[in-house]
């Protein structure tokens, strides 16, 4: 077999979770249901006799949830860690009011209706004083008769990403993400190559992590949080979760 040898290679470049990503996130995740995300929140608000005026996307990303719902009628505020992911959402969800706060740091200027938070992104709280700080805060800031919405990995998602790995790609770049399980502990690795104008690619690593959390452990947390009680469901529905469900679906009343 012939050795290729690559001569003078670039070096890779590290940043910070999403620094890099967020001009291709929603490229990469064009196939995410958020239409669909959206409807199951309106259900659930019907479901909770709630007609909400003020609604919150916490962690809300590139906003394009948020632009969905701000689109049905809903006055959206999304707040999100990242500044880069937030930029981007102001073109996703034109004329919302979008904040750059971490979700167990959220200080809203106001009461909501309700919250909602979609594609795992409590996990991403893998300090759990942290995740527990956010709860707290989400339900500081949602009105009696509220609800949190929210969905989140599993202990059953493990096995299914230990060593797993894809590829995605657009016009200017590719994703090569890798993953990996140390205990309770998801390590999503991020390459990015992006093409450079002469031709060639610049790669940029990127590191996030995920710990997943127990049903009944979010359940104990949301009540210590202050919410009265919570329901977990198959994620899109309003069944009973499935003892090897990699997700679940939260509805936490206020």
């Known amino acids: 077999m012939k050795k290729i040898v690559i001569k003078n290679p670039r070096p890779v470049k590290t940043a910070a979770p999403y620094e890099a990503l967020a001009a291709y996130y929603d490229a990469f995740t064009d196939d995410v249901p958020y239409l669909a995300w959206a409807d199951w929140a309106e259900a659930a608000f019907r479901r909770a006799g709630l007609s909400p005026s003020i609604v919150l996307d916490l962690c809300c990303g590139t906003g394009t949830l948020t632009g969905i719902l701000s689109r049905r009628g809903y006055d959206m505020i999304g707040a999100d860690a ?3 992911m937030l930029s981007r959402a102001y073109a996703n969800a034109p004329g919302v009011l979008l904040l750059r706060q971490r979700a167990e740091a959220l200080d809203l200027y106001g009461t909501v209706d309700a919250c909602v938070c979609s594609l795992d992104a409590v ?10 700080e956010a709860l707290r805060r989400v339900a500081l800031f949602l009105n009696p008769g509220g609800v949190f919405l929210f969905d989140a990995l599993t202990p059953a998602q493990l096995p299914l990403v230990a060593d797993a790995s894809y590829i995605r790609e657009c016009d200017e770049a590719v994703c090569v993400h890798s993953e990996s399980c140390e205990g309770d502990l ?7 190559f992006l093409r450079a104008a002469d031709g060639r690619y610049d790669r940029v690593a990127e590191t996030h992590r995920e710990r997943v959390y127990a049903p009944d452990a979010l359940c104990a947390m949301l009540r210590d949080a202050g919410f009265s009680r919570a329901e977990v469901f198959s994620p899109g529905s309003f069944e009973p979760l499935p003892p090897d469900a990699p997700r679940a679906a939260y509805i936490a009343y206020k």
Do not use: G, M
């Open 123 to 132: 996990n991403y709280l893998t300090d759990p004083s942290a995740l527990r």
């Open 186 to 192: 998801i390590r999503h690795r991020v390459d990015l």
């Open 82 to 84: 990242s500044e880069a």
